[in-house]
């Protein structure tokens, strides 16, 4: 087979890599290649759906997709738009979606957290072992009015612990679960890729639906390890620590 090489940066393609995993399929929201014809049976089917480029990053290239009673309407992270209709709606959306190869994926509706929209950040790294840990953890929140946490766009940060906290205050057992779950899929994705391909740091991207599914809506090859800083100083000492052990093995 040859020395492992690092994973396609391709989000349908790290997409279809998870997907034949079954530990992991039942995390994944329902993806395809974008087309107005995909994007029209995805609306049909849950009434929501999130167009990306394939290499965006950064919170950018995302746009946001709701079938209304009566027409569409459509949101980037700078406005909102609304058609009546569906060919007016494909016309209508960035150029990007036009221009770039993207996916379409189901919308999951995100656990809130003081009114804001989130999602949870957990980054993993092969370790002394040659295994991956779990080295962070951390929620990130939305601005007002938008669905996109990403910080560069004007998100904020918080623990892991405040955000199961507020989310389940009343119910400290599923809190407990929904932290298990999401260490257990991370370390998951880590073992199922482990063997084909040779990154050493995973940053994945959750969200969390009501009923506290975890589901995997990005893994990022590149996740910044500083921001770490801001949630915990022992998780950022861990991550740099993996970091400078991994640059020494692999040079």
Not at 23 to 31: A, R
Request: aromatic residues 10%.
């Amino acid at each position: 087979m040859g020395d492992p090489r690092p994973i396609p940066i391709s989000k349908w393609t790290k997409y279809c890599i998870l997907k034949q995993d079954a530990k992991l399929s039942p995390y994944l929201p329902e993806t395809h290649p974008y087309s107005p014809a995909t994007l029209a049976t995805m609306l049909q089917a849950h009434g929501r759906a999130v167009i990306k480029s394939e290499m965006g990053e950064g919170g950018n290239q995302v746009v946001f997709v709701h079938k209304r009673h009566r027409g569409f309407t459509w949101h980037d992270k700078q406005k909102r738009y609304r058609v009546a209709h569906f060919r007016e709606l494909s016309s209508q959306l960035p150029d990007f979606t036009k221009r770039e190869r993207c996916i379409v994926q189901r919308y999951v509706p995100l656990q809130r957290m003081h009114g804001h929209a989130t999602d949870i950040r957990m980054i993993i790294q092969k370790n002394e072992r040659e295994l991956f840990e779990v080295s962070g953890a951390f929620v990130k929140i939305a601005p007002s009015h938008t669905l996109i946490t990403n910080v560069k766009q004007g998100g904020t940060i918080d623990t892991l612990s405040h955000y199961l906290e507020y989310c389940y205050s009343n119910n400290l057992k599923k809190a407990s679960r929904v932290r298990r779950e999401l260490y257990v899929v991370s370390l998951s994705i880590g073992e199922s890729v482990h063997s084909t391909y040779s990154n050493t740091v995973y940053g994945i991207d959750f969200g969390i639906s009501p009923s506290g599914h975890p589901f995997i809506l990005e893994i990022n090859t590149k996740p910044s390890l500083n921001i770490l800083q801001e949630v915990d100083t022992g998780m950022f000492k861990r991550a740099v620590e993996l970091r400078t052990y991994n640059q020494l093995l692999h040079t």
